[in-house]
């Protein structure tokens, strides 16, 4: 099985790798996840979110351990030894109860974390940050050390009656809460070193009045904000003079490397600067389904050119369908996309925020794609591949692809991920 302890023992020793974790739900994105790490010859790490996945069923309608069959069933059709999937657990904690007293929230978040390690989820982030009911705005900082704490605990108790590989733990949570930042936020600023320091000290105290000596020694990340997000329509760029100070605070103490949230859209460079500057763990997301999305889209357009010129086959209608779904079920969206009605139609289609990821589960819009893919099973014609897919007509050309509407979605996922594969194999064995 592959072993995250390994990688944190790599950066303690002054190896540089990294390892990118795919934060989705979506059967082809985790398909081209499994096709990309098979490739590359190294495990693939997926994680699920609490409002994703909870004991509830979350968004998706998953439990943890249905969101690990889930997985796993994905990694047999594509022929992928699940020995060499990890699964991870993001932003556990409180979050999704938040408008309930802590106490309630915080047993049901333990329900939670316990349901992620019973299912066999083996990394798991303890995100205590966010205030419930009756808490003051911003939680203290020893408050949030010891609700995480009391968080592993239960981790650990479930450990105990379903035995199986010891979980590991991230602590911390980066500033601005998931969500992005607002466009022309001037505020994003890299994490202060002080408060990597503070952060470490007060969980660390916490985690032993609990007796969990054991468990602190399998934290092997910080969740700190280096200074990268996007929102709407905006990329905030790594700038690495700025997260130098944060980048040399973790050079001589445990757990010695970072976890990156929202690093969706920086540049292949920035990215490798990242993991060289101790951000070994990088979350994607959104920009994995944005890939799709425009995959989507451009397949739409090659259908609608062929129905054009042939008025006998179907025309299309994923751009309309999926808009219309979006327009009856504004809870994914609403509350994050600002300005008049063509600002705020232009973010449901092309928003770096990627609101209709929320979308793709919904019947009509599944079938409309189902739809889309027999339209462009092709082969598609090489001359409408070269005008809306050049880079996917450059690998059908090259026989490294199949001219079919899927494979050409599969490879526009692949080529996001290819870039967070190339900057995290960057000296010694693959992790």
């Not at 795919?22 to 409002?51: F, K, M, W, Y």
């Not at 990156?260 to 600067?273: G, I, K, N, V």
């Not at 997301?285 to 890939?291: I, K, N, Q, S, V």
């Amino acid at each position: 099985m592959p072993d995250l302890l390994t990688l944190q023992k790599d950066r303690r020793e002054g190896r540089v790798r990294g390892i990118y974790a795919v934060c989705s739900a979506h059967p082809l994105v985790l398909r081209a996840a499994l096709d990309q790490a098979a490739a590359d010859g190294t495990p693939t790490l997926i994680e699920a979110t609490c409002n994703q996945v909870d004991q509830f069923g979350g968004y998706t309608g998953m439990t943890p351990g249905a969101f690990v069959a889930f997985v796993h069933a994905l990694a047999a059709e594509a022929g992928f030894d699940p020995r060499r999937i990890i699964l991870g657990g993001d932003h556990l904690g409180p979050n999704p109860w938040r408008g309930e007293d802590a106490r309630s929230a915080m047993a049901k978040a333990g329900d939670l974390v316990e349901a992620y390690v019973a299912a066999g989820f083996q990394k798991i982030h303890l995100d205590a940050s966010m205030a419930c009911a009756g808490d003051p705005a911003v939680l203290p900082g020893p408050v949030v050390a010891e609700r995480a704490a009391a968080l592993c605990l239960r981790a650990e108790v479930a450990r105990e009656r379903h035995p199986g590989p010891a979980p590991v733990y991230v602590i911390g949570t980066e500033v601005p809460p998931p969500g992005g930042t607002q466009d022309g936020d001037p505020g994003l600023r890299p994490t202060a070193p002080g408060d990597v320091a503070a952060t470490l000290d007060i969980t660390r105290a916490a985690f032993l009045r609990l007796g969990l000596d054991s468990a602190w020694e399998r934290v092997i990340a910080l969740v700190v904000q280096p200074g990268v997000e996007f929102g709407q329509a905006e990329i905030h760029p790594y700038r690495r003079e700025a997260a130098a100070p944060l980048a040399a605070a973790l050079a001589s103490r445990a757990p010695w490397m970072y976890e990156a949230h929202s690093t969706d859209y920086q540049t292949p460079e920035a990215l490798r600067q990242l993991v060289e500057d101790r951000f070994a763990i990088l979350k994607v997301g959104p920009w994995l389904t944005f890939a799709y999305r425009e995959a989507l889209f451009s397949l739409e357009a090659i259908a609608h050119e062929l129905h054009a010129f042939n008025p006998a086959r179907p025309r299309p209608r994923l751009a309309e369908v999926l808009e219309a779904v979006m327009l009856g079920n504004p809870i994914h969206w609403k509350n994050h996309y600002h300005g008049k009605e063509g600002e705020l139609a232009f973010a449901r289609r092309f928003s770096l925020s990627d609101r209709s990821r929320y979308y793709w589960a919904d019947p009509d819009v599944v079938a409309e794609v189902a739809r889309l893919f027999e339209l462009t099973e092709g082969p598609l014609p090489l001359e409408l591949l070269s005008q809306y897919r050049p880079l996917e007509y450059d690998a059908v050309r090259e026989g490294l692809l199949p001219p079919t509407g899927r494979a050409v979605a599969i490879h526009a996922v692949r080529r996001v991920l290819g870039h967070y594969a190339a900057a995290c194999q960057l000296q010694g064995s693959p992790c």
